[in-house]
């Protein structure tokens, strides 16, 4: 597969091939321990509006509770875990777990259990709203990867997943990367319908970074764009940055997606970003990938609110 050759060249290339594959033996086994015992967990970063500054949605990270190494980020095992295939059991997990996330802090945020139910007979449709209507439900995004997607069969396992988990799957939101629509297109676009028939939301994430064709942007069924950090982070101080970024939004918006602006950290880009009318942000000016308890203290104090 040229998905596996890409991963194995990628990397700390410089290091003796013989050594780095001791290293990635050693973190497989690792890996293994790690799933059985629980150790992954996920953490959740808040994107709001960049319109109104609520919180609208969380992105799901994962993150590893070493036993002796302390809090490690996916930069130290996701690429081993992709070229091992784990990442498809650590995807399960990811998504079983931040689905539950989900659904407390919807019930937090909404105040009334969970999100409103559809009248049934035109009777309740008559009936006066038993509660105030309350804002759209929050969304949650998950990271998957491309390895996770390769077989159909893990497809209707995600699906199956979100339809027991009793979350209305318009609000869970996928978020790829350009390199599986790259390494086989066709499988790309079956996938990417299949999980939007079970009416989830797709994301491109890092937009800017890699191919960047643009070709892929009305070839695939996509929802979302997600803006790269790496455009964000020269906004304020590049004016050719800002101007790209305000193009991608045009174009995004042309092609009836969202977008997300990643790792905003200053004032001035989230000033920038609403002057070009981004929909949605996240950064460390807001909030750091919190735990689920941070998390949820976060959305219960004012502070959900930028
Ligand atoms: P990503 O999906 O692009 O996630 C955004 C990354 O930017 C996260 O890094 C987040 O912590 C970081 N970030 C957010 N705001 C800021 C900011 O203002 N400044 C800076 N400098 N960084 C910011 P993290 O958590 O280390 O994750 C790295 C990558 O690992 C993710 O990039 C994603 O590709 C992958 N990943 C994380 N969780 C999962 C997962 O559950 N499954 C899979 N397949 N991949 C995951
Ligand atoms: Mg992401
Ligand atoms: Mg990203
Ligand atoms: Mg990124």
């Not at 150790?39 to 919180?55: C, D, K, S, V, W």
């Not at 079970?198 to 491109?204: H, P």
Request: glycine share 8%.
């Amino acid at each position: 597969q040229q998905f596996m050759l890409q991963n194995t060249e990628s990397g700390d290339a410089g290091q003796p091939l013989e050594k780095r594959a001791k290293r990635d033996l050693a973190l497989e086994k690792e890996i293994e321990t790690a799933i059985g015992e629980r150790q992954f967990e996920m953490h959740y970063q808040p994107i709001i509006a960049l319109r109104g500054g609520n919180t609208v949605g969380f992105e799901a990270l994962m993150r590893w509770r070493h036993p002796r190494r302390g809090l490690l980020y996916p930069a130290e095992f996701i690429e081993v875990a992709e070229r091992t295939g784990q990442i498809v059991e650590m995807g399960r997990f990811a998504l079983e777990e931040s689905l539950n996330a989900l659904k407390a802090f919807q019930m937090l945020s909404s105040g009334a259990g969970a999100s409103p139910r559809p009248p049934l007979t035109a009777l309740a449709e008559a009936a006066p709203e038993p509660r105030p209507r309350s804002r759209d439900p929050l969304f949650m995004s998950i990271n998957v990867s491309g390895r996770q997607l390769f077989e159909l069969q893990e497809i209707d396992t995600i699906g199956d997943l979100v339809m027991a988990s009793g979350v209305d799957p318009k609000q869970v939101k996928l978020e790829i990367t350009e390199s599986l629509l790259v390494d086989d297109p066709g499988h790309a676009a079956a996938a990417l319908q299949m999980l939007r028939e079970y009416g989830m939301k797709i994301a491109l994430d890092d937009f800017g970074t890699g191919y960047s064709s643009l070709s892929y942007l009305h070839q695939f069924p996509m929802d979302t764009l997600k803006i790269d950090q790496t455009f964000v982070s020269t906004m304020g101080r590049d004016p050719k940055s800002y101007r790209i970024v305000r193009a991608i939004v045009g174009l995004a918006q042309e092609l009836g997606m969202e977008t997300i602006a990643e790792g905003i950290e200053r004032n001035n880009q989230l000033a920038g970003l609403r002057e070009i009318e981004c929909d949605y942000g996240q950064g460390y000016l807001m909030s750091r990938p919190a735990s689920f308890r941070e998390a949820r203290k976060l959305l219960q104090s004012r502070q959900a609110r930028w």
